[in-house]
């Protein structure tokens, strides 16, 4: 009786230390959980503040909206971590519980355990693997914050406006209308057109003959004027100015004239429209004709039978 005692405290004594290891280890990995949860919050908050190289001489208003965008994308990406560490955490508290509990447990299923890893990877090597770049491809985005939601971007065929970017795809929507969801995974060069500034670079053709110093001229007061008109003033980061005279493309019919001029981010497109009417229309009131292509016709007639020919050449009469 007394050793049946004993045996019963012994395994008492026991199933207590493993108990209490077992808490012990799950309360270090609950712990360890919510310091790095804390960490990658004050990270992404700090580098929500940091201002990115070109926003420090944005208007106030764009560079908050900058760093809305930024820390909306940040908290995405800290949700994404939170919850993959979650899971993470949970399943090695089940795991440790398991080998502390029952070390034969694991022992038993130790080729079960072996096999089943072999065939997760291949599911994901084999049938998973498009997912996972996605997500991957997704989170880096996310980090790196090549775009931003209402950008105007060029990415894997699509040209548009972004309207949702997420861990595994990217919502764009192109000028006609037409929404594009594009796998983060499918995206390996993002062309932002509205970050930090943009150029408009216009060329203008004159025609041959033209006094390209007296064109300069005209172009150069044409862009001081538009840089001083009150309703754009604003949108320049740098007035429209004559850079020079390039060299004409082949096929080119006059010879180019480049103005270029920066602007605030998105304005590119509205500015070079505007800039290109009061352009043309300085040329024009100057009486400086722009160069247009010409089209040469030929039209091939029948030709003469040879012997018709040398018959009218025969009783033909010359003085």
């Given at each position: 009786?007394?050793?049946?005692?004993?045996?019963?405290?012994?395994?008492?004594?026991?199933?207590?230390?493993?108990?209490?290891?077992?808490?012990?280890?799950?309360?270090?990995?609950?712990?360890?959980?919510?310091?790095g949860v804390?960490?990658?919050?004050?990270?992404?908050?700090?580098?929500?503040?940091?201002?990115?190289?070109?926003?420090?001489?944005?208007?106030?208003?764009?560079?908050a909206?900058?760093?809305?965008?930024?820390?909306?994308?940040?908290?995405?990406l800290?949700?994404?971590?939170?919850?993959?560490g979650?899971?993470?955490?949970?399943?090695?508290?089940?795991l440790?519980?398991?080998?502390?509990?029952?070390?034969?447990?694991?022992?038993?299923?130790?080729?079960?355990?072996?096999?089943?890893?072999?065939?997760?990877?291949?599911?994901?090597?084999?049938?998973?693997?498009?997912?996972?770049?996605?997500?991957?491809?997704?989170?880096?985005?996310?980090?790196?914050?090549?775009?931003?939601?209402?950008?105007?971007?060029?990415?894997?065929?699509?040209?548009?406006?972004?309207?949702?970017?997420?861990?595994?795809?990217?919502?764009?929507r192109?000028?006609?209308?037409?929404?594009?969801?594009?796998?983060?995974?499918?995206?390996?060069?993002?062309?932002?057109?509205?970050?930090?500034?943009?150029?408009?670079?216009?060329?203008?053709s004159?025609?041959?003959?033209?006094?390209?110093?007296?064109?300069?001229a005209v172009?150069?007061?044409?862009?001081?004027?538009?840089?001083?008109?009150?309703?754009?003033?604003g949108r320049?980061?740098?007035?429209?100015?004559?850079?020079?005279i390039?060299?004409?493309?082949?096929?080119?019919?006059?010879?180019?004239?480049?103005?270029?001029?920066?602007?605030?981010?998105?304005?590119?497109?509205?500015?070079?429209?505007?800039?290109?009417?009061?352009?043309?229309?300085?040329?024009?009131?100057?009486?400086?004709?722009?160069?247009?292509?010409?089209?040469?016709?030929?039209?091939?007639?029948?030709?003469?039978?040879?012997?018709?020919?040398a018959?009218?050449?025969?009783?033909?009469e010359?003085?």
């Open positions: 009786m007394q050793d049946l005692l004993d045996r019963i405290a012994a395994a008492l004594v026991a199933g207590g230390e493993r108990l209490f290891a077992t808490a012990l280890a799950i309360i270090v990995l609950f712990v360890a959980y919510r310091v804390a960490i990658a919050r004050r990270v992404a908050d700090g580098a929500a503040a940091a201002p990115l190289p070109g926003e420090a001489g944005l208007p106030a208003e764009d560079r909206l900058q760093v809305a965008a930024r820390r909306r994308r940040l908290d995405t800290v949700l994404f971590a939170t919850k993959l979650r899971v993470v955490v949970v399943a090695a508290a089940v440790v519980a398991i080998a502390i509990l029952v070390p034969e447990l694991i022992a038993a299923l130790g080729a079960l355990g072996v096999a089943l890893g072999v065939a997760v990877g291949g599911a994901i090597g084999f049938g998973a693997q498009q997912l996972v770049r996605d997500y991957l491809n997704g989170i880096l985005i996310l980090g790196e914050n090549p775009f931003s939601v209402g950008d105007v971007v060029a990415l894997a065929g699509v040209r548009g406006t972004v309207e949702e970017v997420g861990l595994r795809r990217t919502i764009v192109d000028g006609d209308g037409t929404l594009h969801s594009v796998p983060n995974g499918a995206i390996a060069v993002a062309s932002n057109f509205t970050r930090t500034f943009a150029r408009v670079n216009e060329r203008f004159m025609a041959a003959g033209t006094d390209i110093e007296r064109a300069v172009l150069a007061d044409a862009c001081a004027a538009f840089a001083d008109e009150e309703a754009w003033r320049f980061l740098e007035p429209p100015r004559v850079l020079g390039e060299a004409a493309a082949a096929g080119e019919p006059g010879i180019p004239i480049l103005v270029s001029a920066t602007v605030r981010p998105g304005e590119q497109w509205e500015v070079a429209g505007a800039l290109r009417r009061r352009a043309i229309e300085a040329l024009r009131a100057a009486g400086i004709d722009l160069a247009l292509g010409r089209t040469l016709l030929v039209a091939a007639g029948r030709r003469p039978d040879p012997a018709i020919a018959e009218a050449e025969g009783g033909a010359f003085t």
